[in-house]
């Protein structure tokens, strides 16, 4: 596996926020991770099918500053406009060891909300260097007109379930690694 180290500085936006850069164009173009090529398997026909499965989606790691790992999470990426546009609001609930990665070309200041979002999260900004510079803890929002912005400096931002960086011992100014 090609391992990548990202600093944490993200805003994070919770499923089905906005994760655009204060002032910029939703169409910005950002970097993408090489992608995940899955291996084809053979179905009982005999026929070649490629299949992804939640195994082969990325890794994300945390360790605290002396290299101690906190926690891990398997992602879902969101690396295009509409992707981090609809983030996890299309989703009923994250495993306890699940979250999703949104991807940018750049670091920024980035404000995220929980539109449509029926459950709550934790929401990680990662740095270009791969720290952590900001972590929200997001509820659920009981109004879809009014809703709370999360903002922080990042380059990705980690979404997680809720109090998983408390109940790992994440903090600000940890390091993510991705694992691919």
Request: glycine share 12%; net charge negative; with cysteine.
């Amino acid at each position: 596996m090609v391992e990548r180290t990202f600093a944490v500085a993200v805003l994070v936006v919770v499923a089905g926020c906005t994760g655009f850069p204060a002032g910029s164009d939703p169409g910005t173009t950002t970097a993408t991770p090489e992608p995940t090529t899955p291996e084809p398997t053979t179905n009982t026909d005999g026929q070649t099918a490629t299949q992804t499965t939640a195994l082969e989606r990325p890794r994300v790691t945390i360790e605290d500053e002396s290299g101690e790992e906190l926690g891990a999470v398997t992602v879902e990426l969101a690396e295009t406009a509409g992707e981090r546009y609809t983030g996890l609001s299309e989703h009923d609930s994250l495993g306890p060891n699940e979250g999703m990665l949104f991807v940018y070309g750049d670091e920024a200041m980035r404000t995220f909300v929980m539109r449509s979002m029926s459950f709550p999260i934790d929401i990680v900004f990662v740095g270009a260097d791969g720290r952590i510079t900001q972590i929200h803890h997001a509820p659920v929002e009981d109004d879809n007109e009014d809703l709370t912005g999360y903002g922080g400096v990042g380059q990705w931002v980690l979404e997680v379930p809720y109090n998983w960086t408390t109940e790992h011992g994440v903090e600000v100014g940890d390091r993510i690694h991705i694992e691919r």
